[in-house]
């Protein structure tokens, strides 16, 4: 081979094999985990940790786990015992919502699901319409099917609600209701000749963002009673609700404020010199830039208030951890928090790994072109 | 011993008729590199005497970054032989630090440090690597700012100079490590057309003081005034390499008429 | 802007006609302000008049009269040294929750500023393995809820653990330090002997140089076969004794106490002595190098200073110092000291959480320092340390700084979450417990958020300094 390329015509040089080092599973060993003694003390390191803890774990999770049964009494092995959560499952997804009344949640569920999909898939059609749907009509018509009362439907009190279920509904409600007002509150704080308005935005805004959820939780469940007129007063559900709400609004506000500035000065000025007034602009020209830009900053609000929904739970909400806390102090089941536990976990994690998978490849799609 | 050779190089320039030694400063043999199955360079075999000014060119993707970028091993070879001051270069990392001090280079995008003031990033190496005192380290970083006619930007910060003040900088930086042997990759690629003059004359007032220098560049006006050598490469391979005058007047390989007409078109 | 009437200057001949001013924006601009404050106003004194109106109803006075109240509920731990008791005040109980809540976030900082760098920097390793597994941790840990990560350690490990009688217990061997001394001195020599003979020598005289896994190999020897030799020469081994020190069980994890005896405080002294004396070499090693260009290695003289020095004086004081070890007596532990398990819950899952949130940003610190950086550093020759220390780490400290801050500032309010647990911080014996007792909802609460919200603004004041300083230092 050698011969070959020393006697070759110039410009005609055959493209030769790289060396055994450069290529193929020994290159790319060499290269990835044995180049050096450090990698290679680092590589058997980590061989070793992944040897210590994964065996045992798929061992628990999976081979020593028991799938099939129905009582405690069939939880017998050393691994995990999923007939708990088998048996628990309606309570960590839907709380005590009655079971016959199951379908209202599902439903609305599907057609959720079918929604979200339709704004995620790329290049499908008629998305606005779908986005206006999803934004205005979906929650008031989940609404009317969750809490029931009107349209021939059973009323369901929100003590009843719970789990997965309770933990979505005040996700999503918390993101929704904050998105005009975070907007409202953004564009307060940018507005460069009303001191007065600005101060007060950027007082709300810095006041919500200082202080800890839980601390806002604990104001909304002790502190709003005090503040309504005598007689007047919310369910847990709907207090604990305004709380997110003012919360996640001044995060949204921010969030805005980085999309509102990423806007170059010319798209404002060529606004002006439409001769449109300030809201028609703001509408028609700079938000709908702005909040394109910002998807994925809300998306990654979306996944912090997904996780932060959790601390309802101190209030006495009873939220997907909630449940879970709540099944594993049942007398007939004690000892199996870890199962539940893991499961809450996964389910959070699938949600979330999720969004902020989303979340990246929006990043990338809104970044080609101006990258390097 | 740093200074010595600032006066001598620095007071009289050799107007013309430069002398190209019998030292082989460089010396490469049957050299390949590859990214992955990718074969980026094929059988290189080039000798630079001292003194020599040669300019590289090729079109884009044709090994010419690589190659220079290999004898500072700032890329690994994977066949051949380099030998750079008689020192090959191999993994061994002493053999690498005393290659590095050299050999100077400078970047297309200029790399400058821009945490560090002109004057810093001049006297970083100096300080750190000779282990010169500050106040010396700042007089030759001084001597060579004047060289590069920038003197009075010195307690700036890269951000604040144009690219071409820049890359002048660059040069200076590497200077000032007062190397044998000078790399140039792609200098003046991205300079806005107004500033790449202000960088070609600093380079062509190097070459006057007798350095050795290989040069990337696509600016073949250059290479006909200062080059003594000009070489063309393609996919990899060293296709052609003459006397400037040679090169563009009578080029033997059609690759390199073809690409000669392209970037002379215009 | 013509329209502005503030704007017009006098020396205009023909000044610009004014606007209706309901089409002025200025006024525009005032009326709508006007309006809005006006409204914030009436909607927050309807506020304070339904809220004054409804505790006036309830029976509870406001004011922080109650402050002064005694709390008469007792909180399960205390730090920094401050004692309390059910007869103290519930300004007391706030002190307590406060100094808890500092507590807890000092040392959750601490750890979550080591263990995210770590990761940090193992996500950037270029083996693949390591990297990979860095990865695994951050994706993981970063999207589970917090005060799940609490529950799991509290509720799943420690709480199940045996109680005090069948402690997991870890066993220390007390060190004979005469042994130590001569063994690590004397082996120091020796493997200082076998570098420079077996590496310096050779390599400077450009011989193929002793390996380095070799040299590790043959000073492990050396240490082992010196070891020996000192216990067969004065007769005491390495360990005098084996002592049980730490307990962990459900009550927490028991560990011995150092108790300074008297003249330990010229230890203190030596390391203050050691800090400043570090402080003065920095100084002379950078006037000597800028004077004559020699380098000093500071970084290990000021090792030797702060640590060195302390211990050396420490060993010649007659060691004074002693630990008081946790002994089982009857049920429970007496002795020692005990992290208890709220405490170690809540700072694990803390650490853990905010690492896998500073992990990603010291990667994308590091990664903000472009490869040309180090390119061009290496091309004038520098080598990997000084690459490290002057051109890649100033520049990614400033991308890293600010968000690490607001790291910090998280992990602080995420520490409320302890009310979860009970651990005793502001949140639970506060704004919980103080609240249920007195009913003083509107003023605990305003309390707790004012000490948050201080500290938010001590943090944020310092960012914009930061960013200032920076942004004036680079352009």
Known sequence: MADAAQNHIVGEHPDLLPPKTEVGVWGWMYHNLFSSPLNNFLTFFGLFLIWVTIPPMIDWLFIDADWVGETRDDCGREGACWIYIGVWFKQLMYGRYPDEDLWRINSMYIIGAIGLIWLVWPNLKYKGWIGVFMLFLFPVACYFMFSGGSFGLERIETPLWGGLFLTLVIAVVGIVASLPIGIVLALGRQSKNMPVIRAICVGFIELWRGVPLITVLFMASVMFPLFLPEGMNFDKLIRALVGVMLFSAAYMAEVVRGGLQAIPKGQYEAADSLGLSYWKSMALIVLPQALKIVIPGIVNTFIGLFKDTTLVLIIGLFDFLGMAQAVATNPDWLGFAVEGYVFVAFGFWVFCFGMSRYSQYLEEKLHTGHKR | ?266 | ?475
């Open chain 3, 1 to 475: 802007m013509a329209a502005d009437p503030k704007q017009v200057s006098a020396d205009v001949s023909v000044p610009p006609s004014k606007p209706a001013f309901w089409n002025d924006p200025a006024w525009r601009a005032i009326f709508f302000q006007v309006l809005v404050l006006v409204g914030v106003v009436v909607f927050a004194a309807f506020l304070v008049r339904n809220t004054l109106h409804n505790m006036e109803s309830r029976g509870i006075s406001s004011g922080f009269d109650f402050l002064s109240k005694t709390a008469g509920f007792s909180i399960g731990e205390t730090h920094f040294g401050i004692s309390y008791t059910e007869e103290n005040s519930y300004g007391k109980t706030f002190i307590v929750g406060l100094m808890n809540t500092i507590w807890v976030s000092m040392w959750g900082v601490f750890l979550a500023t080591i263990l995210g760098f770590i990761i940090g920097v193992m996500r950037l390793s270029t083996n693949w393995l390591v990297s990979k597994l860095a990865m695994v941790y951050i994706e993981t840990i970063r999207n589970i809820p917090l005060l799940l990560q609490i529950f799991f350690w509290y509720f799943a490990i420690l709480r199940p653990l045996p109680g005090p009688r069948g402690s997991i217990q870890l066993s220390f061997p007390i060190i004979n330090f005469t042994h130590l001394i001569i063994t690590v001195l004397v082996s120091a020599a020796a493997i200082f002997l076998l570098w420079w003979i077996g590496v310096k020598k050779r390599y400077d005289a450009d011989q193929k140089a002793m390996p380095l896994w070799m040299l590790v190999i043959a000073s492990v020897v050396t240490v082992l076969i010196i070891g020996n030799v000192v216990s067969l020469v004065t007769g005491f081994g390495l360990v005098a004794q084996w002592n049980e020190s730490f307990f962990l069980n459900n009550r927490g994890l028991s560990y011995p106490q150092p108790i300074p005896e008297e003249g330990f405080a010229i230890t203190g002294w030596a390391v203050a002595i050691g800090v400043v004396a570090a402080f003065f070499v920095r100084r002379w090693a950078k006037k000597r190098q800028d004077e004559t260009g020699e380098q000093f290695p500071v970084f290990l003289a000021s090792l030797g200073l702060i640590i060195g020095l302390p211990l050396v004086i420490f060993i010649f004081s007659g060691l004074p110092l002693h630990f008081d070890y946790p002994k089982l007596t009857g049920f429970n532990f007496t002795g020692g000291s005990v992290l208890t398990p709220e405490f170690i819950s809540l700072l694990l899952a803390l650490s853990f959480y905010t690492a896998s949130f500073i992990a990603e940003i010291v990667r994308a610190g590091i990664n903000a320092v472009s490869h040309g950086q180090t390119e061009a550093a290496r091309a004038v020759g520098l080598r990997a340390n000084p690459i490290l220390r002057l051109v890649i780490i100033p520049q990614a400290l400033r991308v890293i700084i600010p968000p690490l801050t607001s790291q910090y500032l998280n992990l602080t309010k995420n520490s409320s979450l302890a009310a979860a647990i009970a651990y005793p911080d502001i949140v639970l014996v506060f704004a919980g417990t103080t609240l249920m007792q007195t009913g003083q909802a509107v003023e605990i609460i305003a309390m707790t958020m004012a000490v948050y919200l201080t500290l938010s603004l001590l943090i944020s004041t310092f960012m914009n300094w930061y960013n200032e300083k920076m942004a004036l230092v680079e352009r």
């Open chain 2, 1 to 266: 011993m740093a200074e010595q050779s600032i006066e001598s190089s620095g007071q009289d320039l050799p107007a013309e008729g430069l002398v190209i030694g019998e030292e082989e400063v460089i010396k490469i043999v049957d050299m390949h590199k590859w990214y992955g199955q990718f074969h980026v360079l094929k059988n290189i075999n080039l000798t630079v005497h001292k003194g020599e000014r040669i300019v590289i060119c090729g079109p884009s993707g044709s090994g010419k970054s690589t190659l220079i970028r290999c004898i500072n091993r700032l890329e690994e070879h994977q066949r051949g032989q380099i030998m750079v001051e008689g020192t090959e270069l191999t993994g061994d990392l002493k053999h690498i630090e005393l290659i590095r001090r050299e050999v100077g280079m400078v970047f297309q995008h200029f790399n400058l440090f821009p945490h560090l003031t002109v004057m810093e990033n001049l006297a970083l190496a100096p300080i750190w690597v000779k282990k010169m005192p500050r106040r010396d380290a700042e007089e030759v970083a001084m001597t060579y700012l004047k060289r590069v006619k920038i003197p009075e930007q010195a307690k700036k910060f890269p951000g604040q100079l144009s690219g071409g003040q820049q890359q002048r900088v660059a040069i200076a930086r590497s200077l000032c490590m007062n190397p044998k042997i000078m790399l140039f990759d792609e200098p003046t690629s991205a300079l806005d057309p107004e500033m790449i003059k202000e960088v070609l004359d600093v380079m062509i007032e190097l070459a006057k003081t007798g350095m050795t220098m290989l040069v990337v560049t696509h600016e073949m006006g250059f290479a006909k005034t200062v080059a003594n050598r000009v070489i063309f490469m393609d996919e990899g391979e060293i296709i052609e390499e003459n006397e400037p005058e040679e090169f563009f007047n009578n080029a033997q390989h059609d690759r390199t008429k073809l690409f000669l007409s392209q970037i002379l078109a215009h």
